[in-house]
């Protein structure tokens, strides 16, 4: 399948921080998650593709999310962690290079991603699951030139995920 038709096929539509997304499972069930007796979902699960020149904005969330590898090309992932460290992981098939089918980036992590594609009907499709589940209150978009003056060592790497 092409790009544009797994999109339509999968009811998918374009996520605030790039590519496109599909929530596939939200948990019937909710848990406390702090001392304000906030409750989110237990857990929540979508699909995510991205194409040719597409990528995913430095952005964190509160909680976990973990990514699985489904089908098409590779998908590199650049982290943050709130001690200044840089992290980069492929997410992909190819375990004897390296590469992962999961990976799990901690809350609070910057992060972004970016389609290792070539061709213009190359795709990732991958899944992000995260628990507790996913809220848009507990999701954040960086502000490209703040996180590059908060960490001025990865300037280039950050900038690379900046939107015209």
């Not at 999109?7 to 599909?22: A, D, N, V």
């Not at 004897?96 to 992590?109: C, D, F, R, S, T």
């Not at 972004?112 to 699951?129: I, M, P, S």
Request: aromatic share 14%.
């Amino acid at each position: 399948m092409k790009k544009d038709e797994i999109i339509k096929f999968l009811e998918m539509t374009p996520h605030p921080e790039g590519g496109y997304f599909y929530e596939t499972y939200r948990s019937h069930k909710t848990i406390e998650v702090n001392s304000d007796r906030l409750e989110r979902n237990a857990s929540t699960a979508i699909y995510y593709l991205m194409g040719k020149d597409e990528f995913s904005t430095f952005h964190r969330l509160k909680y976990t999310e973990i990514w699985h590898h489904y089908d098409g090309a590779r998908v590199k992932i650049v982290e943050i962690t709130p001690s200044g460290e840089l992290k980069e992981t492929i997410v992909g098939k190819d375990f004897l290079a390296g590469e992962v089918p999961q990976y799990v980036i901690k809350g609070g992590n910057w992060f972004a991603a970016r389609a290792l594609v070539e061709k213009e009907d190359d795709f990732v499709l991958v899944g992000c699951t995260v628990a507790p589940g996913f809220e848009f209150e507990d999701f954040e978009i960086a502000n490209i030139d703040n996180l590059t003056e908060e960490h001025p060592q990865y300037a280039e790497i950050i900038q690379s995920f900046k939107r015209d």
